[in-house]
Nanobody, 121 residues
Framework: QVQFVESGGGLVQPGGPLRLSCAAS????????MSWYRQAPGKERELVAT????????TSPDSLQGRFVISRDNNKNTVSLQMNNLKPEDTAVYYC??????????????WGQGTLVTVSS
């Protein structure tokens, strides 16, 4: 049974950092591309970052590059998202998922509960 458990969200002031973590199970994690997504209130879910199985290759939308960094630990079956210089528009529920490739497409239909990030002063 595939499962994702996200954690690390919370309230942070604009300009601050936050690190999210996701524990994955139910599949061979070390062979999977992994992505972080987010969904803001009233908006569609959007791709935040993707990492290759080895952790060497990473992609993210141009608008987020330089602020968000994805990483993984294949020994612990976890994927993390380091977020820096957070802005109010980063407020959203953040999710991780297994995807088909570095494009971040085709996430599994097995979403976790997500972790809420609120950026506000």
């Amino acid at each position: 049974q595939v499962q994702f458990v996200e954690s690390g969200g919370g309230l942070v002031q604009p300009g601050g950092p936050l690190r999210l973590s996701c524990a994955a199970s139910g599949f061979t994690f070390s062979r999977a591309h992994m992505s972080w997504y987010r969904q803001a209130p009233g908006k569609e879910r959007e791709l935040v970052a993707t990492i290759s199985p080895s952790g060497i290759l990473k992609t993210s939308p141009d608008s987020l590059q330089g602020r968000f960094v994805i990483s993984r630990d294949n020994n612990k079956n976890t994927v993390s998202l380091q977020m820096n210089n957070l802005k109010p528009e980063d407020t959203a529920v953040y999710y991780c998922n297994r995807v088909s490739d570095l494009s971040g497409r085709n996430p599994l239909d097995a979403w976790g509960q997500g972790t809420l990030v609120t950026v506000s002063s």
